[in-house]
């Protein structure tokens, strides 16, 4: 059974830093496609950020050169690195996970999900 959890949101001011983590358990992160995804208020999921099991990475357009998604195989956990935050990034986050090995923002493609962490951001 496919177990992710999600930690590491909170309330930061704009232009702050926040780390998320996400532990997996029952599968293995560097052979499945890694994502996050946030919601904000009365908005649909949206893609953040992708990690592929070859390492390749695809952020969305609004968090380019301000967000990192990254691996620790040995941990078995994914994180995003999150600098110069803005108060358009307050959401729940999700961290997610499928086995197509390929980039895809897509929501319905992941099949795996935790059960999000609340970052805000304060102006």
């Known amino acids: 059974q496919v177990q992710l959890v999600e930690s590491g949101g909170g309330l930061v001011q704009a232009g702050g830093s926040l780390r998320l983590s996400c532990a997996a358990s029952?599968?293995?992160?560097?052979?499945?496609?890694m994502g996050w995804f946030r919601q904000a208020p009365g908005k649909e999921r949206e893609f953040v950020a992708q990690l592929n099991w070859d390492d390749r990475t695809y952020y969305a357009d609004a968090v380019k050169g301000r967000f990192s998604i990254s691996r620790d195989s040995a941990k078995n956990t994914v994180y995003l690195q999150m600098n110069s935050l803005k108060p358009e990034d307050t959401a729940v986050y999700y961290c997610?996970?499928?086995?197509?090995?390929?980039?895809?923002?897509?929501?319905?493609?992941?099949?795996?999900w935790g059960q999000g962490t609340q970052v805000a951001v304060s102006s």
């Open positions: 029952g599968v293995t992160s560097s052979t499945r496609t």
């Open positions: 997610a996970a499928n086995t197509r090995p390929f980039y895809t923002p897509r929501v319905d493609e992941y099949n795996a």
